[in-house]
């Protein structure tokens, strides 16, 4: 686990941009029960989280449609939490970062951290953007 002082600024470029924070195995099954459509990012430490997924879902929510709901889960952090969320994102093998996009708790869109990892943040938002033109 990582130490609270560390990932809190990891965790603020999400929640101030409107991301509920899920800790709990109960928190995220409530999220999904959620109508609409539902974005799940899976945060981390990882360079790349902070380099270009952060920054491309900040810019993702530009665009005119755009996801009912916004939700994270910290990878290394809310352990039971990120294994229900990924749980959720079967047959895609567990990442981080990665993010899910779900309409009425089905799974729509995915983005692994393959499709992030050396990508810049305005093609990880382009991606974002075209799933939410279709789903949103």
């Known amino acids: 686990m990582y130490p609270a002082d560390l990932v809190k600024p990891m965790r603020e470029d999400l929640t101030s941009i409107g991301f509920q924070e899920l800790h709990t195995v109960e928190d995220v099954e409530k999220a999904m029960e959620l109508k609409g459509t539902t974005l799940v990012v899976v945060n981390s430490v990882c360079g790349c989280a902070a380099a270009n997924a952060r920054p491309g879902a900040r810019m993702s929510l530009q665009n005119a449609k755009k996801p009912d709901n916004l939700v994270t889960v910290f990878a290394g952090v809310d352990k039971e939490a990120t294994e229900k969320a990924r749980d959720l994102m079967v047959p895609f093998p567990p990442s981080s970062p990665s993010m899910a996009l779900f309409k009425d708790g089905e799974l729509v869109h995915m983005l692994e951290?393959?499709?992030?990892?050396?990508?810049?943040?305005?093609?990880?938002?382009?991606?974002?953007?075209?799933?939410?033109?279709?789903?949103c």
């Open 113 to 135: 951290r393959h499709h992030i990892e050396g990508r810049p943040a305005d093609m990880i938002a382009e991606n974002l953007i075209g799933a939410y033109n279709e789903f």
